[in-house]
């Protein structure tokens, strides 16, 4: 069965430093999202994606953000200098294949923590 | 704006019992409506969902859902519990006047005692 695959798992790194996280969403979808979730709290919507540019961002998703889609496999959220406060579990999410694009499917997460 | 309500923060029940977890939206049309469960440290995996139709909806490991639009509710349901349920779980809303994305709520964590 197809599905959202994420790299790193556990990224940690030191506050200012610039981090790329990356995931691989299911190879017929054209919707690519980012949600993070804080420990302890809800996930909330980054961003989503389409069509190679940004459909919709949240307020969270300020100018330190960024997505990319380099090639026809990856979608990649970039943290441009990281701070305390996002340290949290990011995931990737899909949709628009056969479920349709109202169903979002999501990967394992990868748990950033800032030092 | 936009929001997802789950008033319990956390339930516990005993292994066989029957289970209610409540979910209540604010949105500006009737939305899409999702339960996602996430185990510890885990992703979260799509239990079941709701466009339109019938208003009780099945989905996997034996829970249902049922959307009631007078109350804005999508109260999640399991007749016997499994101890291997013990998970947080996630309502969520999305509609594409709204771009789509998933609101959640705040989750509910239930634990199962044996």
């Known amino acids: 069965e197809p599905e959202v695959t994420q790299t790193p798992s556990h990224q940690v790194t030191q506050m200012g430093q610039e981090v790329i996280l990356r995931c691989v969403p299911i190879s017929n979808h054209l919707y690519f999202y980012w949600y993070r979730q804080i420990l302890g709290q809800k996930v909330e919507f980054l961003v989503s994606f389409y069509n190679n540019e940004i459909s919709e961002k949240s307020e969270i998703f300020d100018d330190q953000f960024s997505v990319e889609r380099p090639d026809g496999s990856n979608f990649t959220l970039k943290i441009r200098s990281t701070k305390l406060e996002d340290s949290a579990m990011y995931f990737c999410?899909?949709?628009?294949?056969?479920?349709?694009?109202?169903?979002?499917?999501f990967g394992p997460g990868t748990r950033l923590t800032v030092l | 704006a936009q929001s997802v309500t789950q008033p319990d923060i956390h339930i516990t029940v005993s292994e066989g019992a029957s289970l209610e977890l409540r979910c209540n939206y604010s949105?500006?049309?009737?939305?899409?409506l999702f339960w996602y469960v996430q185990s510890p440290g885990q992703g979260l995996q799509l239990l079941l969902k709701?466009?339109?139709?019938?208003?009780l909806v099945q989905g996997i490991k034996g829970f249902e859902a049922e959307f009631k639009r007078s109350q804005s509710s999508f109260n999640l349901r399991k007749p016997s519990v499994h101890w291997s349920d013990a998970a947080e779980y996630f309502c969520?809303?999305?509609?594409?006047?709204?771009?789509?994305?998933?609101?959640f709520g705040a989750g509910t964590i239930l634990r199962v005692k044996s």
């Open positions: 969520a809303v999305s509609h594409m006047e709204y771009g789509n994305k998933l609101v």
């Open positions: 999410a899909s949709s628009g294949g056969l479920a349709g694009v109202n169903e979002q499917f």
């Open positions: 709701y466009f339109s139709g019938d208003t």
């Open positions: 949105y500006g049309a009737t939305p899409y």
